[in-house]
């Protein structure tokens, strides 16, 4: 059974407690001269890394409260209160720094993960993202015998946007496409730029009646957006499978071909093929 995103959370959350743990009682019992106590950085890292700033700021500020009170054992009776407390400001000062460094390493490999498999003009999933994502759905497909469609959309004259408009313009009406077809489909769908003026709808158990009114709604949807100038319309195909053994490039092969046969047919209409 899959876990749970929350469950896989507390299994964590309790791993780096018990690690906490491990060190309170590793300090407790070893003489003073052994400094183990900067080794609760590592619990205050980890929940930091794994489940965000707010649980590495909670795990800081518990270690330096059971740093303190070992330190209460282990140094010496004399010592003054503003050293002891200086000690702990200085921990909570390089957790602090680590802490931060962490989360900017965090971030910025969220960054690249997100150019990793997203086209940077649209912000929808890049070619081979969504190659991945289809393959996945396909072998889903096949072992339950579940429906699935898939919907693929090419701009009509889109050179001319270019040429009479210029790149900007037609970068704008890109960006433009990408957000009539997430608004167009559900948000279970998968939406993906396969490269120029090319996208793609992934509909997971989907029956083809389905994605071709979604396909219909979205064909409706460009043109309204772009009513006025540029004037700017789609033709669109549809595939439909159910338990097929067709692989992804046959896939996109039939829907490309569905696409093409609406630009035969005239533009700007939706034509649906079954495998």
């Not at 909670?58 to 740093?67: D, Y």
């Not at 396909?138 to 919907?151: E, K, T, V």
């Not at 692989?247 to 079954?274: F, I």
């Amino acid at each position: 059974m899959a876990l749970t995103p929350e469950l896989r959370r507390g299994l964590r959350l309790a791993a780096v407690l018990a690690l906490t743990a491990l060190i309170y009682w590793v300090n407790l019992r070893t003489p003073a001269a052994f400094r183990f106590g900067i080794l609760y950085v590592l619990p205050v890292l980890l929940a930091a890394w794994n489940d965000g700033l707010a649980w590495g700021i909670v795990f800081a500020g518990a270690t330096s409260v059971l740093r303190y009170l070992v330190g209460i054992d282990q140094m010496p009776a004399d010592t003054p209160l503003e050293a002891r407390l200086a000690n702990e400001l200085s921990y909570l000062a390089v957790v602090a720094v680590a802490i931060a460094g962490l989360s900017q390493l965090r971030r910025t490999q969220a960054q690249l993960e997100l150019l990793a498999t997203h086209d940077p003009l649209t912000n929808v999933l890049n070619a081979r993202a969504f190659s991945t994502e289809l393959a996945q759905e396909l072998g889903r497909n096949r072992r339950y015998g579940r429906p699935l469609a898939l919907i693929y959309l090419d701009l009509d004259d889109f050179k001319r946007v270019n040429d009479a408009h210029g790149h900007a313009t037609g970068d704008a009406v890109l960006r433009l496409v990408a957000d009539a077809t997430r608004s167009a489909v559900r948000q279970a769908d998968v939406v993906g730029r396969l490269g120029g003026d090319e996208f793609a709808v992934l509909m997971p158990e989907t029956e083809g009646t389905v994605a071709h009114a979604a396909a219909n709604r979205l064909a409706v949807g460009i043109r309204t957006v772009f009513r006025g100038t540029p004037s700017v319309t789609a033709s669109i195909g549809v595939v439909s499978v159910t338990g097929s053994e067709a692989g992804t490039d046959e896939l996109l092969r039939k829907a490309d071909q569905a696409m093409y046969e609406a630009k035969r047919s005239g533009k700007d209409r939706v034509v649906q093929v079954a495998l």
